[in-house]
């Protein structure tokens, strides 16, 4: 068709003439519209949507149906045409469409071409040993480690010199941290390809890591046996000090995580470190202090405890409480109660054989009442009560 003289009305009227020659106008008994989109005329976007999708060339989900319960025969005939050919021919268009797939980083869509073509077990080597290795290469990518391990194993097995399938497989065990096994691979390979750099560069990374493994773990060792041998020297520093331990089966919620330790743990020697509860029975309160020295004496302890704003002993209930109006009491083994001199360092209490006065869930637990107030309290004071109280 011959534009050339045309005026731009003109040329845009000879088009709308040519389209109207070629638009379909039904006749007599015929559709309103072609055949081929009358089919179409009631349904919905998503309807015809799902309708393409049932065609191989539209395909973006695999639908082996006709949309009707049917079979897509369509689909069907294609499928099978996969499988024309030799065994090897057959394989080997799956392994090509598998690198298709993997060339677009589609690995899972990899992986079942792979996967047909090793189904078909066809007895060409080569293309068995590739059809395992570029199936690992996908696993490795996916970081399905252990699968791509088995899948270059059965590489070697075909082929033993394979440098694919032991690179992958040092990366895969890498990975997985069996550093041991990557190196040993990486090794099987430099024995074969002993100037590939790839294999040089990983090995290196892998002992490098190992180095850093064996480290770990013979500092882990030395704090093990460090924390082992700190243990028992404090264990046996108790003992030197004639200590006894009374666990209660519901500590005091501060004591619940309690140590005892050394000032220096590697000397039995040194200072006995430990926390300390403050029991004001006549007032129903207490303190309570993360840490003293079994040196301290009760009159040190008071006088740390009553460095307080003037507003607290300006309480009615508090205005005995100085430390020359205090009393100090520390619970026996058997229940029963003893005086402790307010100048006495504690652990000369503590080593006593008789009565024996016990540190609590590991902590020192000292009774402080006013004078003015020690004796009817004392007068209340129950033995039994104490011990039942220890299983309560």
């Known amino acids: 068709m011959s ?80 499988y024309d050919g030799e065994p090897h021919e057959i394989a080997g268009n799956f392994k090509n469409q598998g690198n298709d797939a993997y060339k677009t980083k589609q690995y899972k869509v990899a992986i079942e071409f792979y996967t047909k073509g090793i189904e078909v077990d066809c007895d060409d080597k080569v293309i068995n040993a590739a059809l395992y290795s570029n199936r690992a290469a996908c696993n490795l990518e996916l970081k399905n480690y252990r699968q791509c391990i088995e899948d270059c194993k059965k590489v070697l097995a075909i082929d033993e010199k394979n440098v694919k399938a032991c690179f992958r497989t040092g990366k895969a065990f890498f990975a997985v941290n069996r550093s041991e096994e990557a190196s040993q691979i990486l090794q099987y390979g430099l024995s074969f390809d002993p100037e590939n750099k790839d294999f040089k560069g990983l090995l290196e990374t892998v002992i490098k890591k190992q180095k850093q493994i064996e480290e770990a773990k013979l500092k882990k060792e030395r704090e093990l046996e460090e924390k082992k041998m700190k243990q028992s020297i404090l264990e046996n520093s108790i003992k030197l000090r004639h200590f006894t331990i009374i ?45 003293i020295s079994e040196l301290s004496t009760p009159i040190e302890i008071l006088e740390m405890i009553l460095d307080r704003p003037r507003e607290w002993f300006e309480d009615p209930k508090h205005k005995d409480f100085t430390v020359k109006k205090l009393e100090c009491y520390m619970e026996t083994q058997t229940g029963g109660l003893i005086k402790v001199g307010k100048k006495m360092a ?11 006065a016990p540190l609590f869930d590991n902590g020192l637990r000292l009774f402080v009442v006013p004078k003015s107030e020690s004796a009817e309290w004392l007068s209340k004071w129950s033995k039994e009560a104490a011990l039942a109280k220890r299983k309560q």
Request: net charge negative; no cysteine.
């Open 3 to 82: 534009t050339s003289g045309l005026t731009e009305d003109e040329l845009q009227d000879k088009l709308i003439s040519e389209w109207e020659k070629l638009r379909y106008t039904p006749k007599a008994g015929e559709p309103a519209l072609p055949p081929q989109l009358s089919d179409f005329a009631e349904k919905t976007t998503e309807d015809v949507m799902k309708e393409l999708n049932r065609l191989p060339f539209f395909m973006t989900e695999l639908d082996e149906t006709d949309g009707e319960g049917g079979e897509n025969t369509t689909l069907e005939a294609l499928k099978s045409l996969a």
């Open 346 to 356: 504690i652990n000369n209490v503590l080593m006593n054989d008789k009565p024996v």
């Open 247 to 291: 666990k209660s089966s519901r500590p005091a919620e501060m004591l619940e995580d309690a140590k005892l330790r050394l000032e220096d743990p590697l000397d039995h020697e040194s200072q006995l470190i430990f926390p300390a509860m403050l029991i004001y029975p006549s007032i129903d309160e207490f303190d309570y202090i993360a840490e």
